[in-house]
Structure formats: structure tokens, C-alpha cells
Nanobody, 120 residues
């Protein structure tokens, strides 16, 4: 199983970016999907998660600015980021809880990360 994230880049304060993360491989079922971020010198923190039933959870720092969504048919999770701030600068990692065809039970999988830089 692989999680491939894309959509990071350089954006000015107040701008927008949309991150995507597609899961591929011998997937039986996908439960929760989400995004985490890690700024330089800091720990990795939760940004947003979405369950298979599309219930969402957001970090207080991004509520009202970021929106998480998923396309189950495409096995993809998205993060729409609006009104970006310099403090949003970080490497963003996608995460998913996936049951594989070979193993059967759910396990945690991480993408490699995509860099988001908010700067003028």
C-alpha cells in the first residue's frame, strides 16, 4: 500500500492550496483518512481527519480555513487550505487506516509528505 501526496508549494499569505493524497495497492477497505503537519523543529501534529462516514475533525488552528474531504471511489483524501498564514508552513503528511487484501486487519499508513511554504 502506498499513499502519494501532492499539491504542496509556495503561496503568499492569504492564498490557497489544495492537497491530494491517493492510496494505491492491495486495498480491501479504507477507514479514517487525514492530514498531519510538521513544522521545522516541532512535532507532527494533527490537521484534520475524516472517517469513512465523512465525519470530520479539525485542529483549532485551522478551523474555518481548511476543509478535508474524500473520494472513496478514487481512494483519495483532499485538504483545501484557504487564508493561509506563515504559521501554516510545514511538511504535510497524509495518513490512512487501511485493511489490505493480504493482511485483512487495519493498519496505519503514511505518505512521504509534501512541503507547504507560506511566505511573501
Amino acid at each position: 500500500v502506498q499513499l502519494q501526496a501532492s499539491g504542496g508549494g509556495l503561496v503568499q499569505p492569504g492564498g490557497s492550496l489544495r492537497l491530494s493524497c491517493a492510496a494505491s495497492g492491495s486495498i480491501l477497505s479504507i477507514n479514517a483518512m487525514g492530514w498531519y503537519r510538521q513544522a521545522p523543529g516541532k512535532q507532527r501534529d494533527l490537521v484534520a481527519t475524516i472517517t469513512s462516514g465523512r465525519s470530520t475533525n479539525y485542529a483549532d488552528s485551522v478551523k474555518g480555513r481548511f476543509t478535508i474531504s474524500r473520494d472513496n471511489a478514487r481512494k483519495t483524501v483532499y485538504l483545501q487550505m484557504n487564508t493561509l498564514k506563515p504559521e501554516d508552513t510545514a511538511v504535510y503528511y497524509c495518513h490512512s487506516t487501511i485493511a489490505t487484501i493480504t493482511v485483512g486487519r487495519y493498519g496505519d499508513y503514511w505518505g512521504k509528505g509534501t512541503l507547504v511554504t507560506v511566505s511573501s
